[in-house]
């Protein structure tokens, strides 16, 4: 059974840190592109970051470059998120999700075929 599962959300002030874990479950995530997604409340999904691990690519939406870093540990079969310098714009349920093919530009979430259940990430002093 293919399975993401999300963890890692919670609040934080303004300027700090959190690290958003994807850990996956009946396929191996090196070998797929994955990505990060964000909803924020009455907005549509957006594409944060993607990764196609084996082939060393990643992605960045411009509102998060220089902030986030997407990983992959193989040993774990996890996608991380390190999320640095919060701002209260970058509040919302964060998803990981995956699909065949290669990570080749900002990620749109109808591009991919399955999902986590999603972590809510709150920034606010």
């Known amino acids: 059974q293919l399975q993401l599962v999300e963890s890692g959300g919670g609040l934080v002030q303004p300027g700090g840190s959190l690290r958003l874990s994807c850990a996956a479950s009946g396929f191996t995530l090196d070998f797929y592109d994955i990505g990060w997604f964000r909803q924020a409340p009455g907005k549509e999904r957006e594409g944060v970051s993607c990764?196609?691990?084996?082939?060393?690519?990643?992605n960045y939406a411009d509102s998060v470059k220089g902030r986030f870093t997407i990983s992959v540990d193989n040993t774990k079969n996890t996608m991380y998120l390190q999320m640095n310098s919060l701002k209260p714009e970058d509040t919302g349920i964060y998803y990981c999700a995956f699909r065949q093919g290669i990570c080749s530009g900002l990620p749109h979430y109808y591009d991919y075929d399955y999902w986590g259940q999603g972590t809510q990430v709150t920034v606010s002093s």
């Open positions: 990764i196609s691990n084996s082939a060393g690519i990643t």
